[in-house]
């Protein structure tokens, strides 16, 4: 693909429900990170992936919040009983190396809004 | 804990004019700084790294450690600058990026 692709692009969420939320890296990357963006913030870490193992999860807000990337390529993350303060736009960045040092390529995010 | 404080939330100047982001951090180790842009429709991008010491678009950034500061700069604002501009600094042992709120420029004819 042209780049790191997310879907869906927009959910809107009842509170209390369960989201998924996809990422589709650029093939061959190794890194794959997740960030939550609020409105008005900069993008903030919630978890890491290099290939299949998940090395820091150290910024997901709650146990609702769960990574996987089983196969090393897609990633998804899910978010269990949505509350408010989950509304944001989830961002996926994959990069080439191990680690952030090599240039992480961002999708476009998928806005959740929970209502 | 390591911050990045960008102060300026919006970002004013006229077509031709110098422009400069502010950008201070708070880090224990040594640092890596990037500045990341987002223009309007478009995804989150790299612009420059420090440790690449590259120009891009016109834009240069310098570490100054005495200061804790990495501001980006250019001599003349294009109306094609305008966007949404992030500094970020690579911490827990190079996987995260931890960034700061960002500063909207708009360049004005």
């Known amino acids: 693909g042209a780049g790191v692709s997310q879907s869906p692009r927009y959910k809107v969420a009842k509170r209390g429900q369960d989201v998924a939320l996809r990422c589709d890296p650029i093939?061959?990357?190794?890194?794959l990170f997740w960030y939550q963006q609020a409105l008005g913030q900069g993008p903030e870490f919630l978890t890491y992936f290099q290939n299949e193992a998940q090395l820091d999860k150290s910024g997901l807000p709650s146990d609702r919040f769960f990574a996987e990337r089983p196969e090393g390529s897609v990633s998804t993350l899910k978010i269990q009983r949505t509350q408010q303060e989950d509304s944001a736009v989830y961002l996926c960045?994959?990069?080439?190396?191990?680690?952030?040092?090599?240039?992480?390529?961002f999708g476009q995010g998928t806005r959740l809004t929970v209502v | 804990a390591q911050r990045v404080t960008q102060p300026e939330k919006l970002l004013s100047v006229f077509k031709g004019a110098p422009v400069e982001l502010k950008c201070n951090y708070s880090y224990s180790g040594s640092p890596e700084l990037f500045w990341y842009v987002q223009y309007s429709r478009q995804r989150l991008q790299l612009l420059l790294r420090?440790?690449s010491r590259e120009s891009i678009k016109g834009f240069t950034a310098d570490l100054n450690k005495g200061e804790t500061s990495f501001h980006l700069k250019k001599p003349f604002a294009q109306e094609e600058d305008s966007a949404m501009y992030y500094c970020?600094?690579?911490?827990?042992?190079?996987?995260?990026?931890?960034f700061g709120t960002g500063t909207q420029l708009k360049v004005e004819l």
């Open positions: 960045a994959s990069s080439l190396g191990a680690g952030g040092l090599t240039e992480a390529f």
């Open positions: 970020a600094l690579i911490t827990g042992g190079g996987n995260k990026l931890t």
């Open positions: 093939s061959g990357h190794v890194s």
């Open positions: 420090h440790i």
